[in-house]
C-alpha cells in the first residue's frame, strides 16, 4: 500500500498528454481532462485509474448532538477511514443517496486507482485516492453546483484495504447509464469514507468490484445502488483437502471416452467419482453421467447392456403410467392441487418451463403423480419434491430418465420416506448443529448465547432443497453432483452448509445478531455464492473432519463404517444414552 502511495505522489504534471476519456492498454480507465498515468506502468496490474473526477465527499462543518455524535481522528496517511477530514456516522441512519447532503459539503477532487494484491485466499482489492493538490498543486477543478470552493483542501491521500470493509454501497444518478453517482465504503466500525464521480467512469468500477471474487453483490435497480459486501474463506490454502489439486479440470467429453474401453465399461470409477467432486462435470455429460452417478446404472457395464437397461426403464415407465390412467379413484383433491401449485411456481423463470399452458409443466406433474400414486405409494408428498425433480427434467429432457434419476434422489434424501423411516427435518439440524461445534466453535459458541440459535432456522431450507435458491441454479447442479458421488461421506451436503456458515457468519457475531436478523442475512445471499470456494471449503472441512480427535457421537452416520473402524478416525463422544455409537446400530433407525 505504501509502495502506492508513493508511486501516486511520484507523479508530475508533465507525465501526462491524452485527450479527455481514453482507454489505454493494459487495463487502464482514463476519465480526465488533461492527463494520462504513463509512468504508473510500473504497477503491472489492471487498475481503474481516475483524474479530475472522483472527489473526496465530507461535511464542511461537524456538529454534535446526544443522539447522533460524529466521531473524529487525527490523520493517518496510511488509509484509515477516520481521517480529520473524514466523517463518521452510524451506519444503520444511513438511507438513499447522497450521504453527505446539503449546501455546507466539500467535494476535494482528485485520482483514484483500484489495484489488485495477492493471490489465492489472500488477495485483495487495494483503493488509493489522491489529492489533486499532492501531484499537481497548482491544478484546480471546479466544484460541482452546492459545493464549498475548497483551493488547497489540506487533505492527505487515503489507501483503503477492501477486503477489510464491511460493505460498498454504489448510488448512482437515474439517467446516467450508471456512470455518476456516489461510492460508500462502511467500515466494520460503521465508519464510511464518501467518493463522488462526477464526469463518469463509475460503471466500469461497478465491473472491476463485480469481477472480485470475494464480493457478493445486489443491484437494486429501483433504489439505484449496488450493494458490495466481503466475504472470506476461513481454511488456508494448507487446510484444505489434500487432494484438492490432484484433478486439473472438469471432466469433459474426451476424459470420459478415454476412461472407457472398447465396449463401453469404466476404466476407472474412482478416478471418474474424485473428478466429479472435486472438479465438475460439464454439462454435456450430464445427460449421460447422471445415472451412473446416482446408481442407475453400474460402471462396469457395456455400452450395450446400458442400451438394453435404457429400453427396460422406458417399458417400466410406460407401465407405471398406463396404471395410473386407468385409476378408478381420482387422487386427493387438496393432494392434486398442494402438487399442481408447486409445479406452477417451479422454475418458472427458466426457458423449459417459461410462459402459459406449457406442456413441460404437464410432464413434471405426471412424473410425480406417477411416483407418489404407483411407484412409491407408502410415500407422501412433500414440498421441495418438485424442486428436485424440475431440473432433472429440463437437463435430461425425457420422462422416463427423469422419473428414474428421482427415484434415486428421493431415496437418498433423508426428508423422502415412509413414515416409519423418515429422518425429520429436526435430525438433520441436529446433525448440522453438532458438526458446527466440532468444525466451527467459534459459531457454536455464538448459537449457544443466541435465544433460538440451536434451531438454526437460518439452515432450513439449505437441507431441504439441498442448497438450490442459494446457487445460481448451473451451480446448484455442481453441488448436487458433488453429493451424488458420496466421495467419502454420504452427507456432504452437511459440509456445504458448514463451508457457507464459515464465510459468512463472521458479520452476524460481531453484530450480535439475533436469529431473526441471522436468517435474513444468510436469506440475503440467495442465488449470490461463489460455487468454486463454497465447494473447496467444504471439502476443506470434511478433511478437516477427518482430523479432529472426538466429535459428536450423533454424527456417525455421515461417514462409511470403513472410516470409523480406521485407525485414525476420531473418538466419537456419546452425549446421551449412548446408544447412537454401540456397536454398529446405524443412526438412521435411532429415534
Not at 15 to 20: A, I, K, L
Not at 56 to 83: H, I, Q
Not at 131 to 139: L, M, T
Request: net charge neutral; glycine share 6%.
Amino acid at each position: 500500500v505504501e509502495s502506492h502511495v508513493q508511486a501516486q505522489q511520484s507523479l508530475s504534471v508533465n507525465s501526462f498528454q491524452v485527450p479527455e476519456h481514453e482507454d489505454c492498454e493494459n487495463g487502464w480507465s482514463i476519465y480526465s481532462t488533461s492527463y494520462t498515468p504513463e509512468n504508473l506502468e510500473t504497477l503491472q496490474d489492471d487498475v481503474l485509474f481516475c483524474k479530475n473526477n472522483v472527489y473526496l465527499k465530507f461535511p464542511g462543518k461537524r456538529t454534535r448532538s446526544p443522539s447522533n455524535s460524529s466521531k473524529t481522528s487525527s490523520t493517518n496517511s496510511g488509509g484509515s477511514l477516520t481521517e480529520s477530514v473524514g466523517h463518521s456516522i452510524p451506519m444503520r441512519s444511513l438511507s438513499g443517496s447522497n450521504y453527505v447532503s446539503g449546501d455546507n459539503i466539500i467535494l476535494i477532487p482528485g485520482y483514484l486507482y483500484i489495484s489488485t494484491r495477492g493471490s489465492d485466499f489472500g488477495q485483495t482489492l487495494i483503493l488509493n485516492w489522491t489529492p489533486n493538490s499532492i501531484i499537481s498543486p497548482d491544478d484546480s477543478v471546479p466544484s460541482p453546483k452546492g459545493a464549498i470552493p475548497v483551493d488547497k483542501p489540506s487533505c492527505s491521500s487515503v489507501s483503503i484495504d477492501l477486503g477489510q470493509m464491511e460493505s460498498i454501497h454504489i448510488f448512482y444518478q437515474a439517467g446516467s447509464d450508471v456512470t455518476i453517482g456516489e461510492v460508500v465504503i462502511s467500515t466494520r466500525e460503521r465508519l464510511f469514507k464518501v467518493f463522488y464521480f462526477k464526469n463518469g467512469g463509475l460503471n466500469d468500477l461497478i465491473k472491476k468490484f463485480r469481477s472480485w471474487k470475494y464480493f457478493n453483490y445486489q443491484h437494486q435497480s429501483q433504489l439505484q445502488q449496488y450493494l458490495f459486501t466481503v466475504f472470506r474463506p476461513r481454511l488456508s490454502l494448507a487446510e484444505l483437502h489434500p487432494e484438492e489439486g490432484l484433478v486439473t479440470g472438469v471432466l469433459t467429453d474426451l476424459m470420459w471416452s478415454q476412461l472407457q474401453d472398447p465396449t463401453g465399461r469404466v476404466l476407472d470409477k474412482r478416478l471418474v467419482l474424485q473428478t466429479v467432486f472435486f472438479r465438475g462435470l460439464h454439462s454435456s455429460l450430464r445427460k449421460e453421467l447422471w445415472p451412473y452417478l446416482l446408481g442407475l446404472i453400474d460402471f462396469e457395464i457395456t455400452v450395450r447392456q446400458k442400451k438394453e437397461k435404457s429400453k427396460q426403464n422406458q417399458d417400466v415407465y410406460k407401465q407405471i403410467n398406463y396404471k395410473r390412467e386407468q385409476l378408478q379413484s381420482q387422487p386427493d383433491a387438496s393432494l392434486l392441487q398442494q402438487i399442481t401449485n408447486d409445479v406452477n411456481r417451479t422454475d418458472r423463470s427458466h426457458p423449459f418451463y417459461k410462459g402459459d399452458g406449457n406442456k413441460n409443466l404437464d410432464r413434471l406433474q405426471q412424473i410425480l403423480l406417477n411416483y407418489l400414486l404407483i411407484y412409491r405409494p407408502d410415500i407422501s408428498y412433500c414440498q421441495g419434491m418438485t424442486d428436485l425433480l424440475s431440473p432433472l427434467l429440463y437437463t435430461l429432457d425425457d420422462n422416463a430418465e427423469a422419473f428414474f434419476c428421482f427415484t434415486s434422489v428421493v431415496e437418498r434424501s433423508p426428508f423422502f420416506k415412509p413414515s416409519k423411516d423418515r429422518v425429520s427435518l429436526r435430525r438433520q439440524v441436529t446433525l448440522l448443529v453438532s458438526l458446527i461445534q466440532a468444525l466451527l466453535p467459534w459459531f457454536y459458541t455464538y448459537l449457544m448465547d443466541v435465544e433460538g440459535g440451536l434451531s438454526l432456522l437460518f439452515a432450513h431450507r439449505w437441507l431441504l432443497v439441498c442448497m438450490k435458491r442459494e446457487f445460481k441454479m448451473d451451480d446448484t447442479l455442481c453441488i448436487w453432483e458433488a453429493c451424488w458421488t458420496n466421495y467419502s461421506t454420504n452427507s456432504f451436503h452437511l459440509f456445504v452448509c458448514v463451508a457457507v456458515v464459515a464465510i459468512y457468519g463472521q458479520r452476524s457475531v460481531d453484530q450480535n445478531m439475533n436469529i431473526n436478523e441471522l436468517t435474513i442475512h444468510f436469506n440475503s445471499l440467495s442465488n449470490s455464492l461463489p460455487v468454486d470456494i463454497v465447494l473447496s471449503q467444504a471439502r476443506g472441512y470434511l478433511y478437516q473432519f477427518t482430523k479432529c480427535s472426538e466429535v459428536p457421537c450423533v454424527l456417525r452416520s455421515i461417514m462409511s463404517d470403513d472410516f470409523w473402524e480406521g485407525t485414525r478416525s476420531p473418538k466419537l463422544a456419546c452425549e446421551g444414552s449412548g446408544s447412537c455409537c454401540r456397536g454398529n446400530v446405524p443412526l438412521s433407525i435411532v429415534t
